[in-house]
């Protein structure tokens, strides 16, 4: 098994530019999570889906932010426009189902805003 | 509010050092707790994880207890190795999400 894969692993962007992020969850994984780490706020959860579905998007900072999960094997976290203060790593993780909590992270895109 | 709180970092021991890092939870209920390890460059895995109080998780000579009465799960190891070097999560199951501590960066001197 491959893993939580994520892409880009680096992204270095000018303030004002749209950034898209993307996500290929472990496959079987009905459950996706996107995360936002940062040195003073450590790991902040933005969004997270179960079977394709938005469920709790209370941790997306603002309107700049939109995630989509189009099928269950691929998942965008997009920033438009981007603004130095959204430089993270961005994290997603994944979960075979509701009720198992244990959660499956992928390397991370850490992404730089000039 | 629902939340985790654990000690702040860097802690930078000796090996073969003992090993406490504190985390405490607030929440409604009986979350299931959890320790998530971040190696330099990777993603988060999970260490350990005890669903109930008084259960013991453990792995990789870690262990963490959930103590109900002090609303605790402190991590632990009894040696510490230099591969041990890396950044802890305290974490809590809330309504199907997964919450985390700002977590611990750990060193280890050889």
């Known amino acids: 098994d491959a893993g939580v894969i994520q892409s880009p692993r680096h992204e270095v962007t000018e303030m004002g530019q749209e950034v898209t992020l993307r996500c290929k969850p472990i496959?079987?994984?009905?459950?996706l999570f996107w995360y936002r780490q940062t040195m003073m706020r450590g790991l902040e959860l933005l969004i997270y889906?179960?079977?394709?579905?938005?469920?709790?998007d209370s941790g997306m900072p603002e309107d700049r932010f939109s995630a989509k999960m189009p099928n269950a094997s691929f998942s965008t976290l997009k920033i438009q426009p981007s603004e130095p203060r959204d430089s993270a790593v961005y994290f997603c993780?994944?979960?075979?189902?509701?009720?198992?909590?244990?959660?499956?992270f992928g390397s991370g895109t850490q992404l730089s805003v000039l | 509010g629902n939340s985790v709180t654990q000690m702040e970092g860097p802690v930078t021991l000796s090996e073969e050092a003992f090993l406490t890092i504190n985390c405490t939870y607030t929440?409604?209920?009986?979350?299931?707790l959890f320790w998530y390890v971040q190696y330099p460059g990777e993603g988060l895995q999970l260490l350990l994880k005890?669903?109930?109080?008084?259960d013991k998780g453990s792995n990789k000579g870690f262990e963490a207890t959930y103590r109900k009465e002090t609303t605790s799960f402190h991590l632990e190891k009894g040696s510490v190795q230099v591969s041990d070097s890396a950044v802890y999560f305290c974490?809590?199951?809330?309504?199907?999400?997964?919450?985390f501590g700002s977590g611990t960066r750990l060193s280890i001197r050889p």
């Open positions: 974490a809590r199951g809330s309504a199907s999400k997964i919450i």
């Open positions: 496959s079987g994984h009905n459950s």
């Open positions: 929440a409604t209920g009986y979350p299931s």
């Open positions: 005890a669903t109930k109080a008084d």
């Open positions: 993780a994944s979960r075979p189902n509701d009720g198992d909590e244990k959660l499956f």
């Open positions: 889906f179960n079977n394709n579905v938005p469920i709790d």
